[in-house]
């Protein structure tokens, strides 16, 4: 599989496309954004916001309480006094500081505090680039980031501007047959999927099971969980053969690799989809 080596550039209002061309069928569907779509205000405007500021002791405002709630208001809590501790010791432009940025950005996410989170996670994508250039691999993971927010606030194309830059970097600096890689490339299949765009998201996610059965073989988690989304997709495409197929490839790894019993609510999940299929395959055998 070869990486990409011409490019066609596109222009939408202030935010420049590269579009690979020509491609080999892996990708094939990507579109990479160049790395001056930077300047793009939504994004990685210079004025950036600092990390919010919350009014709770908690340190995060509107979680309600709870055991769950307890625990994420003080993850969080601890993520921002660990945050100030860097800041202070290291610098603000320091890896050790942006990084845990990051951290503090997940703990939002767990909490489903998106906007705090894709707030932070922008802030450490600024940092990278003016640290270590627009390319570093740094850059891409923040982006990787930023896109996963955005996409969870329903901001899918902004989510998918900061996916491709993290692909394309990533690409380029990994190869095609990186983890990272594949996780970055999953993401944007699952927007893909909440956009209705079906046939980008199962393009996306047989490229991403290929991925992971090299890297992990194929009895691995992740390769059960990318089976499931295939699966989902194959059901709205009616390919309901291939549907049950994948389920019950995913339900394999679970019982087999995984020796998870059938109590297990992950197992429960695909037992109930397989169900679900194969009700649909004995309705239509019915009908004809």
């Not at 491609?23 to 916001?49: E, P, Q």
């Not at 993850?75 to 945050?83: A, F, G, R, V």
């Not at 939002?108 to 932070?120: S, V």
């Not at 295939?230 to 291939?242: A, H, K, M, Y």
Request: charged residues 25%; contains cysteine.
């Amino acid at each position: 599989m070869e990486s990409v080596k011409s490019y066609e550039t596109q222009h939408r209002s202030n935010v420049s496309f590269r579009i690979p061309s020509p491609v080999k069928a892996s990708y094939k569907y990507g579109r990479y954004v160049d790395t001056n779509a930077a300047r793009h205000k939504f994004l990685y405007s210079s004025k950036i916001s600092k990390i919010p500021k919350t009014s709770t002791t908690n340190g995060i405002a509107g979680i309600k309480s709870g055991e769950n709630n307890d625990k994420q208001s003080e993850e969080i809590s601890e993520c921002q006094n660990y945050l100030k501790f860097c800041q202070a010791h290291y610098g603000k432009n320091h890896f050790q500081t942006t990084d845990c940025m990051l951290q503090l950005g997940h703990a939002y996410m767990r909490a489903q505090y998106f906007k705090e989170a894709l707030a932070t996670f922008k802030n450490a994508v600024r940092l990278r680039k003016l640290v270590h250039g627009n390319d570093h691999l740094s850059v891409g993971r923040a982006l990787n980031c930023v896109g996963r927010a955005a996409a969870s606030m329903e901001e899918f194309d902004w989510g998918l501007l900061a996916l491709y830059e993290a692909l394309h970097i990533r690409f380029q600096q990994l190869g095609p047959w990186h983890i990272d890689v594949a996780d970055t490339l999953n993401n944007i299949a699952g927007i893909f999927y909440k956009m209705d765009k079906i046939e980008l998201a199962e393009e996306a996610y047989m490229e991403v099971i290929s991925v992971r059965k090299a890297v992990w073989g194929n009895n691995h988690p992740s390769v059960a969980v990318t089976s499931c989304s295939v699966g989902r997709i194959q059901l709205r495409r009616s390919n309901l053969t291939g549907a049950c197929d994948s389920f019950k490839e995913a339900l394999r790894i679970y019982r087999v690799a995984l020796n998870l019993k059938d109590s297990s609510p992950v197992v429960k999940k695909v037992l109930k989809n397989i169900a679900r299929t194969e009700r649909l395959m004995a309705s239509m055998n019915a009908s004809f």
